[in-house]
């Protein structure tokens, strides 16, 4: 089973306006953290926001906002007022604690097109 | 700079050439993990360092693939016997500490391999 999924494989957004991303994972692990990364057409990936499992309030940077459903197994990446420089491809990541790994998975990533 | 620097950040040989990536994680940075990304794809995890110990070798794909670190610092991923399907975009992350929550990886620039 994917360990992250992202169900969105491209997104449209008009400029100033708020879109969510889509991220449901799978775990066992009750310690666990989950993060936004952001990777442009130039190729650096760029971390965005990191979501513990055991945070009790949603985390928020900036623009950028989490909407982490516990029970649901997901974790939003919200952006709002979009700009042009949005347009990017976002991937959403966990690691896993209890298992060792230190690994991030990661899902396959969400094309976001901003339209002017 | 002060981010992860990734040499050489295009690399184009022949089938059945070695090559070797350089990964120079942040200063400081005890954790160092190595990522391939093919075209349109997530990232693939590959092998993770603690310090210059490898912990977990587990998505290294073939044995034609290894990595070093050295003084706690610089990596290299060689790539023995090149395939075409190596192709991909090998990306490098340094972590301050592997285990800690909360802790981004900060990613390099990638190495865009092509295998002709």
């Known amino acids: 089973a994917q360990k992250i999924t992202q169900t969105q494989p491209g997104m449209f957004v008009q400029e100033k306006e708020a879109v969510t991303l889509d991220c449901t994972y799978d775990?066992?692990?009750?310690?666990?953290?989950l993060f936004w990364y952001k990777q442009p057409s130039s190729g650096e990936m760029i971390f965005l926001i990191y979501?513990?499992?055991?945070?009790?309030q949603n985390a928020t940077e900036g623009r950028y906002s989490l909407n982490f459903q516990k029970a649901r197994k997901s974790a939003n990446l919200v952006i709002s007022a979009s700009q042009l420089g949005d347009s990017a491809m976002y991937f959403c990541?966990?690691?896993?604690?209890?298992?060792?790994?230190?690994?991030?998975?990661f899902g396959t990533g969400t094309r976001l097109t901003v339209i002017p | 700079g002060a981010g992860v620097s990734q040499s050489p950040s295009n690399k184009v040989t022949e089938k059945g050439k070695d090559v070797e990536l350089r990964c120079d994680p942040i200063?400081?940075?005890?954790?160092l993990y190595w990522y391939r990304q093919s075209l349109g794809q997530g990232l693939e995890f590959l092998i993770y360092?603690?310090?210059?110990?490898?912990?977990?070798k587990s998505g290294l794909p073939s044995d034609r693939f290894s990595a070093e670190r050295t003084g706690g610092s610089v990596s290299t991923l060689t790539i023995q016997r090149t395939q075409q399907e190596d192709s991909a975009v090998y990306l490098c992350?340094?972590?301050?500490?592997?285990?800690?929550?909360?802790?981004?990886?900060?990613f390099g620039d990638g190495t865009r391999l092509s295998i002709l």
């Open positions: 992350a340094s972590s301050l500490v592997g285990q800690a929550s909360g802790q981004p990886q900060h």
């Open positions: 775990t066992s692990d009750p310690s666990y953290g």
């Open positions: 979501q513990g499992s055991y945070d009790q």
């Open positions: 990541a966990m690691r896993e604690r209890q298992t060792g790994a230190n690994n991030l998975f």
């Open positions: 200063s400081g940075h005890t954790a």
């Open positions: 360092f603690q310090g210059n110990s490898a912990p977990d």
